[in-house]
């Protein structure tokens, strides 16, 4: 019997019809703007939550952590291809949190302005990641300084015990 109605509500809903607004009307850039900033949330909210897990997870500090990775010899272009690809959804987002911002003021929630703002978000994070991705690549070497050495010239934020003896 639950087969048969099963059966039944399934051929159903496969010969039903869409409603028109969906079949009618093709995707507009506000809705493709909408969806890709709620996937760049979710995508940088997992990363960081993947992150997080690991660094408590993975044994070792971060410096032995570094070391693994300089032992890898995963090359320059992989290492800037990755930064790329963590940059580009991080300035979408930051630029589409702000008009969204903006939303929440009242302001800019007219068809046209809602295709402005999108052009405007899509510029910005071009932009943004252009001028980003140029600092990356201007970037020292992974094989530089390690990362307590260039803490050490900041006193207020790390003191170091022979100085608060003096002190």
Known sequence: ??????????????????SPRLCIRNGSLPMAISICHCGTGMALSTGVSLS????????????????????LCLGRSLIYTAKSALVFPLMYHTWNGIKHLMWDLGKGLKIPQLHQS???????????????????????????????????SLPILIPSPARAKFS
Request: glycine share 10%.
């Open 1 to 18: 019997m639950a087969a048969l109605l099963l059966r039944h509500v399934g051929c159903h809903c496969l010969c039903a019809h869409f």
């Open 52 to 71: 997080g897990l690991l660094t408590l997870l993975v044994p070792g500090n971060f410096q032995s952590n570094l070391e693994l990775v300089k032992f």
């Open 118 to 152: 999108g052009v405007v978000v899509l510029v910005l994070t071009g932009l943004s990641f252009a001028g980003l991705t140029a600092t990356l690549r201007a970037e020292v070497p992974i094989t530089g300084l390690p990362i307590n050495d260039s803490l050490i």
